[in-house]
């Protein structure tokens, strides 16, 4: 059943004396604790799905729905996790966790142990007293994912993620991310550039045209690669497969275009 849905959304950015069609008449539907992975050349307008979804823009027309009622952003319903972790270098990496639930008055001892225990399961047991500036960049992406889980949000946003960490760090995190949502059984939408890392991560991946931003094609990922973890999953004999296929729909447009 669908949990998230667009419907024949379009966006438009609007400056002086011109406008930009963003997103032309999107739609798609994500079922409850279904992983859908969204890629496309850049421009495309992921970024601006997400933006609308999360409730930072309102889209120029259609409708964004959560159980076919419109999101209501005071519950919380919605976690955005970002290439950078914008975690407060003056706070502790607790207090900086908990900023959530003390904005939104939720600061119970019982989420304040729940927060111990998250940090404990990314593998952070002893940094809830330091500060951001002591830890790594995958360490600093780990606490921000904890800080995204925390508010037990209904829908996670990952707009590139682990885009801006090493090539190892990324691996690693991706193997994470992907166990944590699939214990806590969270509905995610994946915004990212690349293609092996939607195939070992999603369920379902939408691919998109630019100018303006449609969506041009789904790929469903095979269950077998599905049931893998993400790092075993780029083995898989059928991995390939779909990324050439993936990279094919990518390409279908700009076959001329040099590098
Ligand atoms: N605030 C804005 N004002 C005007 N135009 C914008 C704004 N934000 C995005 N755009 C334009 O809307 C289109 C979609 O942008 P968006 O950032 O959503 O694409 P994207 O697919 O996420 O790109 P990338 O992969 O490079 O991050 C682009 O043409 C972009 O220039």
Redesign the pocket.
């Known amino acids: 059943m669908s949990f998230l849905t667009l419907d024949n959304v379009s966006h438009h950015?609007f400056?002086k004396n011109d406008y930009?069609k963003?997103l032309d008449h999107i739609s798609f539907s994500v079922k409850e604790g279904e992983f859908v992975a969204l890629v496309?050349?850049?421009?495309?307008?992921?970024?601006?799905?997400l933006s609308i979804v999360a409730g930072i823009i309102q889209q120029t027309s259609g409708k964004v729905l959560l159980n076919k009622e419109p999101i209501k952003q005071s519950e919380l319903a919605i976690g955005y996790m970002l290439q950078q972790d914008y975690l407060f270098p003056w706070k502790t990496i607790l207090d900086n966790v908990l900023l959530g639930p003390k904005i939104h008055n939720t600061d119970t001892e019982e989420i304040r142990n729940k927060a111990l225990e998250l940090l404990e399961e990314v593998g952070l047991p002893n940094v809830a007293d330091a500060y951001p500036d002591s830890l790594s960049g995958g360490m600093r992406q780990r606490v921000a994912l904890v800080r995204t889980l925390i508010t037990d949000p209904k829908v996670l946003l990952l707009d590139e993620p682990f885009s801006a960490l090493d090539y190892q760090t990324k691996l690693k995190l991706e193997d994470l991310v992907f166990k944590l949502l699939k214990t806590y059984h969270k509905t995610a939408i994946l915004?990212t550039?690349d293609i092996g890392e939607a195939i070992s991560m999603s369920d379902r991946i939408l691919v998109?045209d630019a100018n303006p931003?449609t969506i041009a094609k789904t790929f469903d990922v095979p269950i077998e690669i599905r049931n893998e973890m993400p790092f075993t999953a780029r083995r898989h004999n059928k991995f390939q497969n779909l990324f050439d296929k993936v990279w094919e729909e990518l390409n279908k447009n700009d076959a001329n275009t040099p590098i």
Not at 40 to 49: A, R, Y
Request: aromatic residues 6%.
């Open positions: 950015y400056s930009t963003a496309g050349p850049s421009g495309c307008g992921k970024s601006t799905i915004v550039h998109m931003g």
